[in-house]
C-alpha cells in the first residue's frame, strides 16, 4: 500500500448526537423531544389483577398493547396531549371524550354491588387518575 492512501483508512471522527426521534416497541415513533414521556406499559398487569369482566374490558380499552407514553393508560396520553398539545387520537383528535366516557363508566362500576374489594380499589384508582388527567394535574 502507497503513503497516499493510508489516510483513507484511519478511522473518521464521529460526533455523537441525541437521536431525533424514538421508536417503541410497537414501531411507533415519538419525537426526542418528548423523551421524558416514555414509560412501561402496565396494560398486561392491570389486566391479571382485575377479576370482573367489565373492568377488565375498561382496562383493555384504557391501556392499548405498545403504548409507551407514560404507563401506556388513556389518562397519561391525555396528559401528554395537553402538555405539548399534540392530538394522538384517530384523525389527530385528543383522548379527552374517551377519558370523560370513561370516567363515567368506572364511576357506575364502582357505585355497582358487583365488584370485589380489590377490583373496587383499582377501578378507583384508575377513575382517579383519568380525573387528574382531565383536570391537567
Known amino acids: 500500500m502507497s503513503k497516499g492512501y493510508s489516510g483513507l483508512f484511519q478511522a473518521a471522527k464521529v460526533e455523537r448526537r441525541e437521536p431525533d426521534f424514538y421508536t417503541g416497541n410497537n414501531g411507533k415513533t415519538m419525537l426526542a423531544v418528548h423523551k421524558r414521556w416514555i414509560g412501561v406499559n402496565r396494560r398486561e398487569r392491570l389486566l391479571a ?11 383493555n380499552q384504557l391501556y392499548r398493547p405498545g403504548s409507551f407514553i407514560g404507563d401506556g393508560g388513556t389518562a397519561s396520553v391525555l396528559k401528554f396531549e395537553k402538555a405539548t398539545g399534540l392530538g394522538l387520537g384517530k384523525n389527530g383528535k385528543p383522548h379527552t371524550q374517551k377519558a370523560k366516557d370513561y370516567a363515567v363508566h368506572l364511576s357506575l362500576l364502582i357505585k355497582s354491588a358487583t365488584l370485589s374489594k380489590g377490583d373496587r380499589k383499582l377501578a378507583l384508582s384508575l ?4 380525573i387528574k388527567a382531565l383536570k391537567g394535574e
Open 127 to 130: 377513575y382517579k387518575k383519568l
Open 49 to 59: 389483577k382485575a377479576k370482573h369482566p367489565k373492568l377488565k374490558d375498561a382496562i
